[in-house]
């Protein structure tokens, strides 16, 4: 299986300052036909979780342009620009390009 | 827009086996994988399965002796079936289409 790691844990951000999460898998997701199945999920308070990010740093349908994704190898970053206060929740990467795993989560809130 | 549903019993008896239902309307059910999710209270989320329109499955290994997934796509549903329910098994199920769009989620809670 596919650990993946992510850092930190929490975070408390003031609004309009950045934020940064990483994901660090045990091995590489990149699949061999070239594409890397990593993402990124938003779950707000109460709420199934919601996809930000797919295939590293392709903003899905409707998602702001302050949540930004990279990486590359094992190393994955989920940034936001500007943290706003509809941003708090729990956020997590996952993995599907062997048996999906996830992130055990970054909770964010708002100082 | 993608919308999907789960459908089942909120509370199921240890030992019991547990049948859950994601209805899906708004988009193709061919061509895509649709998968099992949960989380138990307070914890992470945890994939469970995923089938292919085409039938093609896959399991969680820690899960594979006890998960059986199915779809219906005369009706745009697929099903899990989780045996031999314990405690550690409540949480909240979440059906997906892989990976874009979730369903809001069942609790069910496994308890005499």
């Known amino acids: 299986d596919i650990v993946m790691t992510q850092t930190p844990l929490s975070l408390s951000v003031t609004p309009g300052q950045p934020a940064s999460i990483s994901c660090k898998s045990s091995q590489s997701p990149l699949h061999t036909n070239g594409r890397t199945y990593l993402y990124w999920y938003l779950q707000k308070p109460g709420q199934p979780p919601q996809l930000l990010i797919f295939?590293?740093?392709n903003r899905f349908s409707g998602v702001p342009e302050r949540f930004s994704g990279s990486g590359s190898g094992t190393d994955f970053t989920l940034k936001i620009s500007r943290v706003e206060a509809e941003d708090v929740g729990v956020y997590y990467c996952l993995q599907s390009t062997q048996l999906p795993t996830f992130g055990q989560g970054t909770r964010l809130d708002i100082k | 827009q993608v919308q999907l549903q789960e459908s089942g019993p909120g509370l199921v008896k240890p030992s019991a086996t547990l049948s859950l239902t994601c209805s899906v309307s708004?988009?193709?059910?061919?061509?895509?994988?649709w998968t099992w999710i949960r989380q138990p209270p307070g914890k992470g989320l945890e994939w469970i399965a995923h089938i292919h329109s085409t039938g093609s499955t896959a399991y969680n290994p820690s899960l594979q002796s006890r998960v059986t997934i199915s779809l219906d796509m005369s009706k745009s549903q697929f099903s899990l079936k989780l045996t031999s329910m314990t405690a550690a098994d409540t949480a909240v199920y979440y059906c997906?289409?892989?990976?874009?769009?979730w369903g809001q989620g069942i609790r069910v809670t496994v308890s005499s």
């Open positions: 997906a289409r892989t990976w874009d769009y």
């Open positions: 295939e590293v740093s």
């Open positions: 708004g988009g193709s059910f061919s061509g895509h994988f």
